[in-house]
Nanobody, 116 residues
């Protein structure tokens, strides 16, 4: 019954923007830290952005710092990733992750392609 459903991916040109959403259900969303990961073909999964359960602590990968913004709306059980000035190297499947101690939940991913 736990679900994390990502949306908002698509094809954009370099320099464009996208906003990803992750809708959560089946667990107490406000207890969980949330994160966005991505995985490009042939590469390992990497952490893109992290936000604590209350939204007060945020961390970004160096590669996206200054371009991406993670946020959450606990009453709506949704976490967002605003992506600006996208680059071809941002092309990947983007996955939503929920974490509480050793509990980890994953979504199925949404595809982001940045290409001319």
């Amino acid at each position: 019954q736990v679900q994390l459903v990502e949306s908002g991916g698509g094809l954009v040109q370099p320099g464009g923007s996208l906003r990803l959403s992750c809708a959560a259900s089946g667990f107490t969303f406000s207890d969980y830290a949330m994160a966005w990961y991505r995985q490009a073909p042939g590469k390992e999964r990497e952490l893109v952005a992290f936000i604590s359960s209350g939204g007060g602590r945020i961390k970004y990968a160096d590669s996206v710092k200054g371009r991406f913004t993670i946020s959450r709306d606990n009453p709506k059980s949704t976490v967002y990733l605003q992506m600006l000035r996208l680059k071809p190297e941002d092309t990947a499947m983007y996955y939503c992750n929920a974490a509480y101690n050793y509990v980890r939940y994953w979504g199925q991913g949404t595809e982001v392609t940045v290409s001319s």
